[in-house]
């Protein structure tokens, strides 16, 4: 399996402010996600994050609110930008990768916990 | 729509009790996950079921999928306090767009 990491684990972050969150795998995978989970909710999908190229938003996401970066196939960035206390969650990375001993696997990072003030 | 239900979202249960939980989505799936996660932490993988009729068990959890019902569940088995935790299902719609169920609280009650 792959083994994730998020940085930081957890912020508390001032309204008006921006965040980078940062993922980072141990084994080249193809594709990476971006999730937000509200407190006592479900996941949504925000956005994927695509080697080289724009990230694929989902609906209600907008990559001026929330740009993503991949450099590379292990690295991927997501940016809270101006920010405010509707956007206090919980986000997680996640990775897939097709073709490998893991295929049809999601596996998902111990994610970010975010309290915007 | 792509929609993803789950049942029951809460659910408390005596310890050696059996129960199900279940997962109905909208459309045709190529991929069903089923994922635990504990309070306060990440989402660990117990199941990936990629066909009709697939049968996963691990333990005292067994998932089954049918994908003419459009229906998985996930059977517990003789309960233990240790399996507390919320219980979510996820579909893949065959475009890597994954959806994921409300999810299930599970508390069992020693």
């Known amino acids: 399996s792959a083994v994730i990491s998020q940085k930081p684990s957890r912020d508390i972050c001032q309204r008006g402010t921006s965040l980078t969150i940062q993922c980072q795998v141990d084994s080249q995978v193809t594709m990476m996600f971006w999730y937000r989970q509200q407190p006592g909710q479900s996941l949504t999908l925000i956005a994927t994050a695509n080697q080289g190229s724009e990230a694929t938003y989902e609906s209600g996401f907008v990559i001026d609110k929330f740009p993503i970066s991949r450099p590379n196939l292990t690295f991927s960035t997501l940016t809270v930008s101006n920010m405010s206390p509707e956007d206090s969650s919980i986000y997680l990375c996640s990775v897939e990768a097709r073709g490998t001993s893991w295929d049809n696997e999601q596996f998902f990072g111990p994610g970010t916990r975010l309290t915007v003030l | 729509e792509l929609k993803v239900e789950q049942n029951p979202l809460f659910l408390s249960m005596q310890e050696g009790k059996n129960y199900t939980i279940y997962c109905n989505y909208s459309?045709?799936?190529?991929?069903l996950y089923w994922y635990r996660q504990d309070p306060g932490k990440s989402l660990e993988s117990l199941f990936v079921l990629l066909s009709n009729g697939a049968v996963k068990q691990e333990g005292r959890l067994m998932a089954s999928l049918d994908t003419k019902a459009r229906l998985s569940t996930l059977h517990i088995t003789a309960a233990v306090h240790d399996l507390s935790a919320t219980y979510f299902c996820a579909v893949d719609f065959r475009d890597d767009k994954i959806i994921f169920g409300k999810g299930t609280r599970l508390h069992i009650l020693p």
């Open positions: 459309t045709t799936s190529d991929r």
